[in-house]
Structure formats: C-alpha cells, structure tokens
C-alpha cells in the first residue's frame, strides 16, 4: 500500500527558498557593488596620474614651440609617382538645399582671442569628453560642452557628439568662434569633422555601419556638407557626380566618403573608398562634382598654401603618414614610425598635429590620448604637444 504525504510534507520549505533568494541577491549586489567601486577606484587612480602629468607639462612653452613657425627645408625629398590632376579654378558657390533638421541652443562666451589651440580633453573622470583649449599663455582650460571630435578656426567650428538625438545615433553642433554651439543636427556615429578656412561650410563624417576604416568593405559611412548661412546640407555619397582617373562617372553604389579638407569655401578633397581601395577624391561644390586624383591613400588634410596634402598611405593594419605635393604627384614618407589613424590638424604650412592612443593610461570606459605635433621636413621627429587629448585644431 503507497504511503500519502502527510499535509507537512506536501507544504513547500518556503523560508529555506527565501534565505537562498536573499543570499543570492545579496551576493549580485555584492559582486555589481564592487564592480562599481573597482571602477571609480580605477578611474580615480587614472584621474589623479593624468592631472598630474598636465599639471607638469609645459604647456606654455611647448604651445610656442609648435606653433611658432620653423624654418622650412632648402628642398623636400619626394619619391614615386602618383600624379595629381590639374587644379582649375571655380566660382564661389553656396550649398544646394537640402534638409538638415537644425535647432538652437547656447553656452557662456569665451574670448576668442585667447583660444590658442583647441581639443578634446580626455582625463578620465567626469570632465573626460569636454571640450578644452590651450589659451594665450598656454594654459589648459575647458569649456561646458561635450563633443567626440571637434574642428574650429577663428571663424566658428563644429562639433560632433556621441550622444544620441533626434535624426541620428549623435549630435553634430555649428559652433560660433567663442566655442557656443548654435545650430543643432543628428549625425551617424561621429568619425571626422572639418571646418572651412572662411567659416563658411563645415563637413562631418560618420559610421552608418561598423565602426574602423580598418575593416575594408565592412562598414559604411555618411559625409556631409553644411551651409553655415543656409543652414542647408548635401551628401557627397547622393548628391554629387564622381569621375575616375579615365574621366568616367563611377557608378558602384558602395562606395564611401570620409575625411574631408577644404581648400576653400568650394573646393574640398576627401577620401574615396571602394571596397578594399582607397582613393584621394577632389571635389568642388559649384558644381558637384568630384574627381578621384591619388590611389592607395586615404584621410588628406591640405596645408594652408595649398601646396602639400598629408595623407595615410596603408600598409597591411598600418598606417603610414605621407606627404603629397599637389602639383607633381609625388609622395614621400614622413618621420613618424608609428601607424596614426586619428585625423590630421596643420598647424602652419610645415607643422602637422595628431592624436595617438596612450595605452598605459586611462581606463577601458575612458582611453587615454595623446596629440603629438611633427614638422613635415626629413629628420623631424613627433614631439608630445597637448597630453590626455585628441581631435586638436588651431584656430
């Protein structure tokens, strides 16, 4: 005869369950509290180191050092040859119309006088992502606004945020010359930003898939350009015509813009990707056209005369900085042994700044960046320009 559970036995152990409930939650708190306490630990430790090699650095006289101009070489020692297609002349023109979505907010003012060069400030901690500038006298000071990568000049800038708004995954600001961001727009994931020597038209870039220029054929990306007076924009990838060496339109629908330089308020050149290749593009807004001009190099920043576009040749995973004379072709290597994948800043027409991550500082949630600042001539060597910063810019 089968035995039937007594009334006791059927009864759950209901206050054992509750004690292992409480042990296990406790026991997640525990584990999430200290994560959050190894974190602020962490980030405390990298604050305090960063803000102590700032507050050592000679600011003041490094800002007279690389700003100051050197004296450029007798010659500059060219090799290979990639032709560059002639320069004509075009009218000024304004952007076509398109739509943007743009609003408006404001910050306190900041004397641009006093605004030497301009950055992102990356010392980790709660200002880490601020904008910062070096000002006269060559000390560090930040501004209330976030940005993921900044251009300026002395007529105004533009800004691009990571911070998610209305039209995009970020936010992209035109910025006045006191730093106060004006007209608001959405943007894809921030990569490149630029600014045009009259103040006139600015461009950003930004990732609609993947996130590296390493990854060939693996992401995609949206450039575009920004009346500032309009406050109008188009597409490189949708409104403009691209010609190959042969004179032919390119049709491939895949092809990719990014890291635009302006040589004036129409002219521009910017990189070209298609699939695994990637080509130096010139470009002209009074008529919407662009030419590819360079193969095999990519992110071109003009000088100020004109003269030199420095560029990244790739080399396997590394990029090689390189300098191109825009009349000849001709490219040579430039003396920084390190591959650099941030976005160029000329200085002056023989001195370039840049960014390179600082591995030994920092924290995975806020890497560390340096900008280095080199003279294009043979035999120079990279010099640490602005410590735990990126995206530099001189108005």
């Known amino acids: 005869m089968t035995r039937l559970p007594s009334t006791d036995e059927e009864r759950p152990n209901s206050p054992t369950l509750l004690i292992v409930a409480v042990v296990l939650l406790a026991l997640g708190f525990g584990y999430f509290g200290f994560e959050l306490y190894s974190s602020a630990r962490d980030t405390a430790e990298a604050r305090n180191n960063a803000n102590e090699f700032v507050d050592s650095f000679e600011d003041n006289m490094v800002l007279e ?7 450029p070489p007798a010659s500059i020692p060219y090799s290979n040859d990639s032709p560059v297609a002639p320069r004509t002349s075009s009218p ?7 739509s943007t979505g743009l609003t408006t907010t404001s910050l306190p003012s900041i004397d641009p006088q006093e605004i030497a060069v301009v ?13 910062g500038y070096l000002d006269s006298s060559g000390d560090r000071k930040l501004a209330d606004l976030d940005c993921s990568r ?3 000049n002395q007529y105004g800038g533009i800004c691009l945020s990571a911070t998610a708004g209305l039209g995009g995954s970020g936010r992209g600001y035109l910025l006045d010359a006191s730093l106060r961001p004006g007209l608001r727009f ?11 020597p009259e103040g006139t038209v600015v461009a950003w870039t930004g990732f609609s898939l993947g996130h590296s220029y390493l990854n060939a054929g693996e992401f995609a990306t949206t450039t575009q350009l920004i009346s500032v007076d309009r406050f109008v924009g188009v597409n490189l990838e949708s409104d403009f015509r691209t010609f190959g060496f042969d004179g032919i339109e390119i049709q491939d629908f895949e092809r990719n813009y990014w890291g635009v330089t302006f040589v004036d308020e129409s002219h521009f050149y910017a990189t070209l990707g298609l699939g695994e290749r990637t080509m130096i593009v010139e470009g002209r807004v009074s008529n919407s056209r662009i030419d590819v001009i360079v193969d095999n190099a990519t992110c071109p920043e003009v000088s100020p005369d004109g003269t030199t ?7 396997g995973d590394f990029f090689q900085l390189i300098a191109i004379d825009v009349e000849t072709g001709q490219r040579r290597d430039l003396p920084e042994p390190r591959s650099v994948e941030d976005q ?4 002056n027409d023989e001195t370039i700044v840049y960014a390179f991550p600082n591995d030994e500082e920092g924290t995975s949630a806020q890497p560390a960046f340096d900008v280095y600042a080199l003279d294009i001539a043979a035999g120079s060597e990279p010099r640490l320009f602005i410590p735990f910063a990126d995206s530099p810019a001189v108005p």
């Open 65 to 71: 050092d690389v700003l100051g101009s050197p004296e």
């Open 92 to 98: 000024q023109s304004s952007i076509a119309p398109s």
């Open 119 to 131: 950055f992102i400030n990356r010392v980790p901690g709660e200002d880490y992502g601020k904008v």
């Open 150 to 152: 900044i251009d300026a």
């Open 186 to 196: 959405g943007v894809n994931r921030p990569s490149r930003a630029a600014i045009s």
């Open 309 to 315: 576009i420095v560029a990244k040749e790739r080399r």
């Open 344 to 347: 160029i800043e000329w200085v």
